[in-house]
């Protein structure tokens, strides 16, 4: 079975413009979330997306935003990117929503984003 | 709110060492206890898990056990190779319905020299 699949590996950017992330999940897994990892702040979470819909939100500003379609594939937004915002952004897809204790996330290989 | 503590590294052993890497964690509620592996240029990967108290995981070698009252989940390994050279990440998901997030540790970069 194929894993989580995230294009593209590498992004450069500019600072001001915006950027689209895309992630396949893992066949039959129907929630997707994201994830931010940078040196200075570590991973943190993103937000989660389950049937369409946003379920979760981390704290980030709202140039952060994310989809769903209705085959489980998840893309994410970053609009008016700041240098800060280079990091390596990772998906995660589980089978479903809640019941974490058997609900395990598995990681794609991440996109690697860098503004300039 | 949860958090998730790690010990410094880097860590460097040589090969057929033991390796203790420190976890401990502060959780809201009661959560499930993970450790994560990243090699170079990679994502990460699932190492091991525990879902309750005296829960004990174990993969590759690699084993953890849940240990509610110090609110820890120490990695150990006996004896470790260069192909364990990973950054390896202890989280934590609460157990509830709605949860989602997961919380990590800062990571610590294990080095295993010939």
């Known amino acids: 079975k194929a894993g989580v699949t995230q294009t593209p590996r590498y992004l450069i950017k500019t600072r001001g413009q915006q950027v689209t992330l895309s992630c396949s999940p893992i066949s039959g897994h129907r929630s997707v979330s994201w994830y931010q990892q940078t040196p200075g702040q570590g991973l943190q979470f993103l937000f989660e997306?389950?049937?369409?819909?946003?379920?979760n939100k981390g704290n980030f500003p709202g140039r952060f935003s994310g989809r769903q379609f209705s085959n489980s594939r998840s893309e994410m937004n970053v609009s008016t990117l700041e240098l800060g915002d280079s990091a390596l952004y990772l998906c995660?897809?589980?089978?479903?929503?809640?019941?974490?204790?058997?609900?395990?996330?598995?990681f794609g290989a991440g996109t690697r984003l860098s503004v300039l | 709110g949860d958090s998730v503590t790690q010990m410094e590294g880097p860590v460097t052993l040589s090969e057929e060492a033991c390796l203790t890497i420190?976890?401990?964690?502060?959780?809201?509620?009661?959560?499930?206890l993970f450790w994560y592996v990243q090699y170079p240029g990679e994502g990460l990967q699932l190492l091991l898990k525990?879902?309750?108290?005296?829960d004990k995981g174990s993969n590759k070698g690699f084993e953890a056990t849940y240990r509610k009252e110090t609110t820890s989940f120490h990695l150990e390994k006996g004896s470790v190779q260069v192909s364990d050279s990973a950054v390896y990440f202890c989280a934590l998901i609460l157990n509830t319905g709605t949860a989602s997030k997961l919380t990590f540790g800062t990571g610590t970069r294990l080095q295993v020299t010939l």
């Open positions: 420190n976890c401990t964690y502060t959780a809201t509620g009661y959560p499930s």
């Open positions: 525990a879902t309750k108290a005296d």
């Open positions: 995660a897809s589980r089978l479903g929503w809640g019941n974490s204790a058997k609900n395990i996330q598995y």
């Open positions: 997306y389950f049937s369409e819909t946003q379920r």
